[in-house]
Structure formats: structure tokens, C-alpha cells
């Protein structure tokens, strides 16, 4: 007899998870007790607690659990997401993770945390992706996460994406992404020439909304994007200068589309309640984030998480 389960999948972007410790091999003077941000073990772990508080929650309401599987990005190293998933709230759903130490400049990776109990993987890499700069030097960006596993026993694979930022220009920055975009959807076509009956979820900070060139080179004819209903001038997973975006997605194979499939997809949303919302002030509504520039604001993240929500039929 057949045993359905409802189960989420979703993507954080945790802004600047960093430990207080100053690692010299990259850029995060800002984030240690005597920097500008005055980056504390209490400032650390305030927010650590108020992320331990949401994570469980995400999806929970449709799906009747927390996210079995939680993509991340901004986090410094393991250590931080250990810290993460061992606080009291987390604790006992028995999150793992994997995590790659990635080249980025700022010491900033991908990550999964998935639950043990519905989830083994199988396999896990990091893809890096070779970028320049227009005078000819490297580029370090994040790499691309590729983990394949068992979600109670069907196979599935995750690709965790966290793209180059738009900070110097939309145009100025979009080749970048799109080169980004290429090299995700050659993991894809690899993925699918190894088992043409493969499933695949990618999901991300793209730093691209659902109309970009990037985001259609990546979906090409066999992704669905159903988080882009939620793209609006009053809507989306974070905000800058008052205006809405979509930049953190999940991107779904048409394969989780068959309702007679093990996996199905039922549907996706962006979690934005209001306490993970500014309360007042000229930003109310936003993403109730730690910082606004050098200001600590003890909030939660500049990007609300969005997730998707499977039927698995073993």
C-alpha cells in the first residue's frame, strides 16, 4: 500500500551569517567585534536565535512540517550553520549539512541543511564557476551546490545557486550572471544525459527576477518558475530603494509536474509573515533585516524565504 507524504523544500538568504572571528584569508573585517558593525558573540547569536525561530515554520502551515530540505546562502562556513541548526528551536528535527568552503571574496557560500530522517544523500559537490573582471583579473564568486539524494527513498537533485550580486550596475553585472546561468545549466544537462529520467530542483538567490535573460537561459524549455505569480510592484523576497524583487526562486522540472510521478509538486510561495517585517519607519512592510548599513537593527534577513511543497508518493 502506497504511503503519501507532504513535504517542504525552501531557500534562505541569511544575510551575512558570519562568525566574529576574522578569517585573513578573506574580506570580512566588517563582521568582528571591532569593526565598524561592531559584530558580537550577543549579536551572533540574537540572530542565530531569531533564524532558529522562522526555519521550522517555513511552509510549515501547507505542508504539516518544517522544510525537509533548506538551501542557504550568505553563510561565512559550517561552524555558523552548525551554531544554526543545534540552537534549541532546530534542534530536534535533526538537520545535516552540507557545505563546501567556497572562493568568494567575502568568504560567503551555499549550503544545504536537510532532515535525516526523510533525506540521504547520495552524492554532494561544489561546481565553481571561473569569472572575470573587465581588466582581465578573477572574479570569485560562489559556487554552484550539487547535491543528489534519496528524499524518502526517491531519487532527486538539488542544485543551491547564490549569483553574482547587481551592486556595480544591472547591465553592467548581467554577463556575469548570465555566464552563471550557463554553467548551472550544464550541470543540468549533465545531471540529464547520466539519467534522462532525472528530477531536478534549482533554487536560489539569483540577483535576477523571473524575466531576466538569465533566469530563461537556466529554465530553457523544461523548468517551470511558479514562484513568478508572486513578482509584483507590491510583492516579492526582498526589497531596495521601495521597490519590490523576485530574486530568490525555485526552479521546478517539468518531471514534478505528473501528478502519477513519486514526486509532485503542489505548490510555492514566498513566507513573509509580519513579524519577519519592518514594523514602522519609511520601510515598513520590508524584510526586517540585521543591518542598514552600519546600524544593528536585530532583525532576521534582508530577503524573506520562499518555498515549494511536494507530494511523495513510496
Do not use: C
Not at 108 to 116: F, G, Q
Not at 170 to 191: D, G, M
Request: proline share 5%.
Amino acid at each position: 500500500m502506497d504511503t503519501d507524504y507532504k513535504f517542504g523544500m525552501a531557500f534562505y538568504n541569511l544575510e551575512n551569517l558570519f562568525d566574529t572571528i576574522d578569517d585573513p584569508h578573506t574580506m570580512d573585517e566588517d563582521f568582528t567585534p571591532d569593526s565598524r558593525k561592531k559584530w558580537t558573540d550577543k549579536r551572533l547569536h540574537k540572530k542565530l536565535d531569531k533564524l532558529s525561530r522562522v526555519i521550522p515554520q517555513i511552509g510549515k502551515e501547507q505542508s504539516g512540517h518544517p522544510p525537509v530540505l533548506l538551501g542557504l546562502a550568505e553563510v561565512e562556513n559550517r561552524d555558523v550553520i552548525e551554531m544554526l541548526t543545534e540552537k534549541s528551536h532546530m534542534r530536534e528535527f535533526n538537520y545535516q549539512i552540507v557545505h563546501f568552503d567556497s572562493p568568494d571574496e567575502r568568504g560567503i557560500d551555499t549550503a544545504l541543511i536537510y532532515r535525516k530522517d526523510y533525506f540521504e544523500v547520495l552524492e554532494a559537490q561544489s561546481h565553481s564557476v571561473g569569472l572575470t573582471d573587465d581588466d582581465g583579473s578573477i572574479d570569485h564568486t560562489r559556487d554552484i551546490l550539487h547535491v543528489h539524494g534519496l528524499l524518502v527513498g526517491q531519487p532527486i537533485h538539488l542544485l543551491v545557486n547564490h549569483w553574482p550580486s547587481r551592486r556595480k550596475g544591472v547591465e553592467e553585472t548581467e554577463p556575469k550572471r548570465l555566464e552563471v546561468a550557463t554553467a548551472a545549466r550544464a550541470i543540468v544537462e549533465q545531471i540529464k544525459y547520466s539519467d534522462a529520467d532525472a528530477s531536478i530542483v534549482i533554487m536560489g538567490d539569483f540577483n535576477d527576477g523571473p524575466d531576466s535573460k538569465s533566469i530563461a537561459l537556466l529554465s530553457a524549455d523544461d523548468f517551470i518558475n511558479p514562484l513568478s505569480r508572486e513578482a509584483s510592484p507590491e510583492s516579492g523576497s526582498l526589497s531596495h530603494d521601495h521597490e519590490w524583487y523576485l530574486f530568490d526562486q525555485i526552479l521546478i522540472d517539468h518531471k514534478l509536474l505528473d501528478p502519477s510521478g513519486n514526486i509532485y509538486f503542489l505548490k510555492s510561495d514566498i513566507y513573509d509573515p509580519d513579524y519577519l517585517r519592518e514594523y514602522d519607519g519609511p520601510y515598513q512592510g520590508t524584510p526586517f533585516r540585521s543591518y542598514a548599513g552600519r546600524k544593528f537593527l536585530g532583525g532576521y534577513s534582508d530577503h524573506f524565504p520562499v518555498f515549494t511543497v511536494f507530494r511523495v508518493v513510496v
